[in-house]
């Protein structure tokens, strides 16, 4: 048997559908902007790209589809074991590095900020908890985030839990039980808007189990997609489809109606453009765009919020005048883009191909 041959087909990945690649790095740009636009406008109803937030749903639907088409036919043979290493290794080092980067920022904010006032033993259990994924929401200069050095993460915990989930039941359970599961996990979603007013929770203690009603619908309802082959075929291409999406993320905010109108975008819009962004035409001039939007995502939102927590800093202490502010987001979108990009290229990606070889070595020699 040629051993490297098998770790390597049990570690290959399908072909993403290119468009869906496109609109996930369109997503995080929105992300990125909401947080920027958050500081600004504590009144959500002012703020152009309110409903933002909304994109980790969006996440959570896409990674639904996405698991289901790259494992669905292969986690079987490939073990669970390998299923989790797999994932270990394409989310983690990122992980680590929004931790590290959102530690330097809490040290060393030019702008402001108090870590004097925590101790140092509570500093590195609190960097080591957000490491390792577990939530623990103690530094109240960090808004009580469950992961107060990447508040990001938090999403990053779901979808672990998720994969957890996915590997040990999701993957052998008919499609007519992912159906009730989802049906279930609606209602979950309706209760968590009905309660809260709005969609907002899961990045904190008293709202971590918003976050569970939101990775449970989302992630069954992409993944009820990809069983149910609901592929809508369409010309509206990826320009077409990000419009789509922008149209969800600058929706109005409004306190009165934020409950009714974020669970129908949640329920219902979202996965019509999952079906529709895995069925639309991609042009050929816009290829790359949508391979390097999609490979930008993840080192997007994982790296940006120790910036983020700088910029409110800096906000609250010097309140610039909006002709700064507006220079100062555009510039800030465009560095974080930047240096998202060095982090991909010189640590996720070189990081993720030495961790890779390393496992195909293993599997290789265990099979001898």
Known sequence: MDTNKTAGTLLQTKQHYEILDGLRGFAALAVVTF???????????????GHGFLAVDFFFCLSGFVIGYAYDDRIAKMGR??????????????????????????????????????STGKIILT?????????????????????????PAWSLFWEYMA?????????????????????????????????????????????FWDGCARISYSFLAGLLIYRSNWIIKNKLGFIGLAILLLLAFIMPASPKWNWFAEPIIVLLYFPLLIALGAG????????????????ISYPLYMTHYAALWMFGNYLTNYKPDADHLTLIIISGVLLLLGASYLVMVLYDIPLRKYLTEKWKQRLASNQT
Not at 42 to 48: A, P
Not at 129 to 151: E, K, Q, T, W, Y
Not at 167 to 190: D, M
Not at 280 to 295: H, T, Y
């Open 35 to 49: 947080h920027f636009m958050e500081w600004v406008y504590t009144d959500s109803s002012q703020n152009f790209i």
């Open 81 to 118: 074991a390998k299923f989790f290493i797999s994932r270990m290794i394409r989310l983690h080092p990122l992980v680590v590095a929004g931790s590290v980067l959102g530690l330097l920022a809490f040290l060393f904010d030019p702008f402001g900020g108090h870590p004097e006032m925590y």
């Open 127 to 151: 960097f080591f908890c957000s490491i390792l994924m577990i939530p623990l929401p103690v530094i109240a200069d960090r808004g009580f985030n469950l992961f107060s050095f990447n508040a």
């Open 163 to 207: 994969n957890i989930v996915y590997g040990f039941v999701l993957y052998r359970i008919s499609k007519a039980f992912v159906l009730l599961l989802t049906i279930l996990s609606a209602v979950a979603i309706c209760c968590v808007s009905y309660r809260s007013g709005n969609l907002l929770g899961g990045w904190s203690g008293p709202t």
């Open 280 to 295: 639309a035409a991609l042009s050929p001039g816009l290829k790359n765009i949508c391979v390097f939007s999609g490979k």
